[in-house]
């Protein structure tokens, strides 16, 4: 079979074309998770502190299009669903300050039954000491209400941006907060998190504060070694210019590594990056493969894969089950597409198809926006969903049901990746 002009007319209508793809196309013998790997939830989508790079622009004041956050039956149905996908680690994180909802931290803390939770925070309530150890009581109190305490971290970030920001968290007070960690000693460990660019200086500066040594582990983790021989960890990653980042100088970068250089020790297959690796594992320097997906829920109710979800397919919490969900996220080819060749193979196509989208979303250096960055463009998610279905059909896990021309198109021999790149060219030109 030959393309002619008439296929084009695909293009005409990107989105409901799209559709129509993904409709027509019936999956076969293909395994869809049936457990989580780790889960991101993010708690809100403000912040105190509001760092000139925070990566989510959050502040103090509210987006037009989103809610702050879950309410408590929502939260409730939500650890529900944590709990039934079994994922391997709960980070409560992203979006916004998750101590701004304290009281949702407690609750994930008491209900949730995941091996491990980190939690990620800018530490802004460390400005006094006493407060600091009253909040971590709480905490320690939560994870001893669970039947199945899990493995849990706490972890602050502290870099040049929260150091300077409008309202700082300055060095002392990430000292209150170890501090009281030392005088509390609760049943969860305390480390840090920092940008590339910021080694040397302020896991320096934490130690001089804290009577403490520094210790390198690896190229990115060092351990605040405290007077008494406690080791603190400090995790240091890429920088990214995304968010606020994006207006800063882009020479900031030339301290950091790119994100495919950064997690290149995690991946599998041909040096990829797949939804079952959790891409934080970083911190623990060490990575084991898992089955499962990773999955991000955030504080206005929509959820997606991390990392594998094109952005038109996020779903709006209701309280899935989860393996539907999973099956809502694994009808689209694009998904499928991405666990099979990765997030580096999708990113060489769309260099293909479309130059200038690729090179903006690589520019960003963040792998949390990267596959929506790249398929953000109407014409080039459909010419990916056209690809990666056709190489499902070719491969023989897939068939074109109840739509004759459009498995006429997918069956065809002919190579969809040049004629969609030829017409993404020519709808943009």
């Known amino acids: 079979m030959s393309i002619d002009a008439g296929h084009g007319t695909l293009f005409d209508n990107p989105k409901e074309s799209r559709e129509r793809v993904i409709r027509a196309v019936c999956h076969h013998g293909v395994t869809v998770p049936d457990r989580g790997s780790s889960f991101f939830i993010h708690l809100s989508e403000l912040c105190p502190v509001a760092c000139e790079h925070c990566m989510y622009a959050s502040d103090l004041t509210r987006k037009e299009t989103a809610k702050d956050s879950l309410s408590r039956p929502e939260l409730d149905a939500a650890i529900d669903f944590i709990n039934a996908s079994r ?39 460390g400005k006094q000491e006493s407060r600091a150890e009253r909040l971590l009581r709480r905490m320690d109190e939560a994870l001893s209400r669970n039947p199945n305490p899990p493995e849990t971290l ?178 689209d080819p694009i998904t499928r597409f991405l666990v099979d060749e990765g997030m580096w193979a999708l990113a060489d196509i769309i260099a293909a198809l479309d130059p200038a989208t690729h090179a903006a979303a690589v520019a960003k250096n963040d792998v949390a926006s990267l596959v929506e960055d790249l398929l953000a463009p109407d014409g080039v998610r459909l010419a990916m969903t056209l690809i990666a279905a056709q190489r499902t059909v070719h491969g023989g896990r897939a068939t074109v049901e109840g739509d004759p021309q459009m498995a006429e198109l997918l069956a065809s021999e002919t190579d969809l990746r040049a004629w969609c790149t030829d017409t993404v060219r020519g709808v943009r030109l």
Not at 107 to 113: M, T
Not at 190 to 206: C, E, H, K, N, Y
Not at 290 to 303: E, H, K, M, P, R
Request: negative net charge; glycine residues 8%.
């Open 87 to 125: 994922s391997e680690k709960l980070n409560i994180t992203g979006g916004g300050e998750p101590f701004l909802k304290f009281q949702s931290i407690l609750r994930l803390l008491e209900r949730v039954s995941v091996p491990r939770v980190e939690i990620v925070t800018a530490g802004y309530w």
């Open 154 to 331: 706490l972890r602050l970030s502290i870099d040049r941006y929260h150091i300077e920001a409008p309202r700082p968290v300055e060095i002392p007070h990430y000292g209150n907060v170890a501090r009281a960690w030392q005088t509390v000693r609760p049943a969860f460990a305390l480390g840090f998190r920092s940008i590339q660019p910021d080694m040397d200086i302020v896991d320096t500066a934490l130690a001089r504060e804290l009577a403490a040594t520094v210790e390198t582990v690896n190229d990115w983790n060092r351990r605040i070694v405290l007077p008494d021989g406690t080791g603190l960890p400090i995790t240091f990653n890429v920088f990214r210019l995304s968010g606020k980042a994006a207006e800063l100088r882009d020479d900031l970068l030339e301290g950091s590594q790119t994100i495919k250089e950064y997690y290149a020790p995690f991946e599998s297959g041909s040096n990829r990056l797949s939804l079952a690796t959790a891409v934080n594992d970083a911190i623990r320097g060490a990575y084991a493969a898992s089955a499962g997906a990773a999955v991000t829920l955030n504080s206005d109710g929509t959820f997606w894969i991390f990392a594998g979800t094109a952005p038109d397919r996020r779903l709006m919490f209701t309280g899935q089950d989860f393996g539907e969900a999973m099956g809502h996220f694994f009808q």
